[in-house]
């Protein structure tokens, strides 16, 4: 599996504060079943992250990784603030892009307003910069009003769920909107979002034995391997399969199971 979205990088923002922090959250990662993570600090004004800054943790984290012999490909991105859009020029906002493609990872706002971000994602995609937007689902804006995450993957933009919502980790509400915007079909991935071992994992498979049993392998599959290799690739996005309709409790099994 690819996670789109992991505060990996050790003493830059919320994430791991030591190096042996990191270690182990990549260590957990591959447990988990992940190959490949795009560290995605903040890039906002809290932590005042260069990209340089950025560029540098990455490269001695891969280069640790490598030597420790930690099966984890690392590629680089920047979950960013809307309030630091305006403030990074075009070559800072390339070198922040998901791996090698053409998305920029924007933060949905967890303030009561969206601002000014239904502008800026047809501006950046004008651009030529691809959008896709982190956890929508703990947007309190997007609570209220949902339909407008629709009117902005109409604009070109994509969204990615974090697994852990789904899970009801941020409480019942945000699962009820995570669920809802996957059932509409305007979940384009489902990332871990995560910042250590304990709190918040990088566990991208346990989600899905919480969603009501809707999830079939296809779909998660999809959701956490298909399309992120497609948004780090810059490729077209494959067909989404359907979310299963509520059915019956049934026997739990991984998404990926040969087992019919």
Known sequence: MIDLHCHILPGLDDGPPTLEGALDLATVAVQAGITQVVATPHVDHRYGLSVSKIEGAAEHLAEVLEEREIGLE?????????????????????RLRLGDGPYLLIEAPLEPVLGNLEALVPRLIDDGHGVLLAHPERCPALRREPDRVADM??????????????????GAPVKALALDLLARGLVHNV??????V??????????????????????????TVDTPAAILGGAALPAQPP?????????????FSQEP
């Open 74 to 94: 690392l590629a680089l991105g920047g979950e960013i603030a809307v309030s630091r859009l305006l403030d990074l020029d075009d070559d800072e906002l390339c």
């Open 153 to 170: 993957v109409d604009s070109g933009a994509l969204f990615s769920v974090t697994a852990g919502a789904l899970e009801g980790k941020f």
């Open 198 to 223: 304990l709190r918040r994992p990088p566990d991208l498979l346990t989600w899905v034995r919480a969603a009501e049993g809707r999830v079939s392998g296809a779909l998660a599959k999809w959701l």
């Open 191 to 196: 990332t871990s979002d995560a910042h250590d």
């Open 243 to 255: 979310l299963q309709p509520l059915a019956r409790p049934r026997r739990l099994r991984s998404p």
